[in-house]
């Protein structure tokens, strides 16, 4: 007898926050401004979720992978336990893990401070939890608090917790590793299809993501991910960068694996999975949810203000403010001591960006895009930050929106083959379009909605390429080297004018580079 199909929910990233934590003063207000995350609002917007998913009647399983409160403060465990157990006696079953938020950095505001206030420590995490699937398992991994449950006839999850590896990353140990190879072995001696999750990506959801954001991808995630997919696992449910998105790679064995990232669901885009696991077809089906549980506000319009405002900060602080661009940046895993140290370079650049608009990008890349005026006098007095700005919220929220006949995306790719143009005759191998091309348009998997066939890779759609390349880069290297020979007499002033503002920016900011 065929293995019916199995619906289920996942969720990720809840960051649970209390109003008992703050929500106002000038050292809230100051983390806020950096924050893709409502947390104002946050337990309003977990409340409608859950409210929405007990009344889903396609499923009663929830999966959650990690973050489940903001920083771990044990009064936020015990509201949000409290919620999860509304969940169960709704006729859910409900499976977690957990993940770095959840334990040791507990801070509440008042005023101008941030105060410490007690957080659980991550051995108070089994117990804690210990009733939303470690009680139900099949087996249970006490070094890294993964185990393994049956959800119906025929599927069994794999919630494997990656908060340790032993090495000071995300990740799993070597002794990790192997019992979660002799749980895989034994799940397919019993015909069992797999339904893993985990927090930390496996695979960068962009190439931007992956330049900016490594050190945020789980410990050791090339190798792990080659090992799932020539172990026969196909696909696995991940969390954390809070980007919505589905990606995959071919092992070197010809094995095909999906990273499936929910974003998180106090902040935008706000949305959770609908996931339908066929065993017989060997398919995995998945839709993204808005929340749309009635409140007192509109919750989709204060998500988009929340990261709208925060983005803008950013650019904002570029501008004007290297130590606040320095916090605001960790947003989008940028390090604060790179910022620190380049942020001055970065400052007059942000200050000219924050100034410029469409219309002059278009006219600069008229010989690659073949544009007219009127072809982009719609946009041509948006600002390049505000196209910015989209492209980030099109990051996080999937699904990049400007197809290839767009003038959007005809004036950025013309724009990246004069960089790309440049880079060519200076002998530079790398080039920026692909880096910067999937914040544009999303040429592969659909990231809100997908039937992924876990037996190939995907066969991706082909398009017609709509803009030429340019052939400017000589000419802007000879212009640039003519500009190099009127000024090779101040080169060595310019050399200690760079170095200066390199000692004095270090000599400026050393306890925080330290730090």
């Given at each position: 007898m065929p293995t019916k199909p199995l619906h289920f929910i996942v969720i990720s990233d809840t960051h649970y926050y209390s109003k008992r934590l703050g929500t106002e003063g000038r050292a809230y207000e100051l983390d806020n401004q950096k924050s893709q995350k409502l947390l104002a609002r946050a337990e309003e917007a977990l409340r409608a979720a859950f409210a929405q998913i007990a009344k889903d009647g396609r499923s009663d399983i929830v999966l959650l992978s990690g973050d489940v409160v903001n920083n771990g403060e044990m009064f936020c465990h015990e509201e949000i336990i409290a919620l999860l157990r509304e969940l169960q006696e709704a006729g859910k079953r409900v499976f977690v893990i957990t993940a770095t938020h959840d334990y040791d950095e507990g801070h509440i505001y008042e005023g101008d401070k941030k105060i410490q206030t007690p957080s659980a420590k991550r051995e108070d995490l089994r117990e804690l939890y210990y009733e939303f699937g470690p009680a139900q398992s099949l087996a249970y991994h006490e070094e890294s608090y993964s185990y393994v449950a049956q959800l119906a006839e025929g599927y069994r999850l794999f919630a494997?917790?990656?908060?340790?590896n032993g090495e000071g990353r995300s990740g799993f140990s070597r002794e990790a590793i192997a019992w979660i190879k002799e749980q895989i072995d034994d799940a397919q001696a019993n015909n069992q299809m797999i339904i893993p999750m985990t927090?930390?990506?496996?695979?960068a959801p962009s190439p931007f993501y992956a330049m900016i954001g490594k050190g945020d991808m789980m410990g050791g995630h090339e190798t792990f991910r080659e090992?799932?997919?020539d172990w026969g696992i196909s696909f696995l449910f991940t969390g954390h960068t809070h980007i919505q998105d589905i990606s995959f790679i071919v092992s070197e064995q010809g094995n095909v694996f999906y990273d499936v990232s929910t974003p998180s669901l106090?902040?935008?885009?706000?949305?959770?999975r609908h996931a339908i696991a066929d065993k017989n077809a060997n398919t995995l089906a998945i839709t993204a949810e808005h929340i749309t549980e009635p409140l007192d506000f509109d919750l989709q319009e204060a998500f988009e203000s929340q990261f709208f405002g925060m983005v803008r900060d950013v650019i904002t602080a570029a501008a004007t403010s290297v130590p606040r661009f320095s916090e605001m940046a960790r947003a989008f895993s940028i390090k604060p001591r790179m910022s620190l140290r380049f942020g001055w370079l970065l400052k007059p650049l942000a200050k000219w960006l924050t100034r410029l608009k469409i219309g002059k990008i278009a006219k600069w890349t008229k010989a690659e895009t073949g544009l007219r005026p009127e072809d982009y006098s719609h946009i041509k007095e948006d600002t390049v930050v505000?196209?910015?700005?989209?492209?980030?919220?099109r990051l996080f929220g999937g699904d990049a929106p400007y197809t290839p006949d767009t003038p959007q995306y005809?004036?950025?790719i013309g724009l990246l083959h004069i960089l790309d143009s440049l880079l060519k005759i200076c002998g530079v191998k790398f080039k920026v379009r692909p880096l910067v091309e999937p914040l544009l348009y999303n040429a592969g998997i659909c990231d809100a909605e997908a039937v992924l066939d876990l037996s190939g890779p995907p066969v991706l759609p082909e398009f017609e390429e709509t803009v030429r390349e340019s052939r400017?880069?000589?000419?802007?290297?000879?212009?640039?080297?003519?500009?190099?020979?009127?000024?090779?007499p101040l080169i060595p002033v310019i050399a200690?004018?760079?170095c200066i503002g390199f000692l004095v920016n270090e000599l400026r900011f050393w306890r925080k580079i330290r730090n």
């Open positions: 494997l917790n990656d908060d340790k927090h930390h990506p496996v695979i090992q799932l997919a106090v902040g935008y885009p706000g949305t959770y505000d196209f910015i700005i989209s492209l980030v919220m005809k004036i950025a400017k880069g000589p000419w802007i290297l000879a212009v640039a080297v003519l500009l190099l020979i009127i000024l090779l200690l004018c760079v």
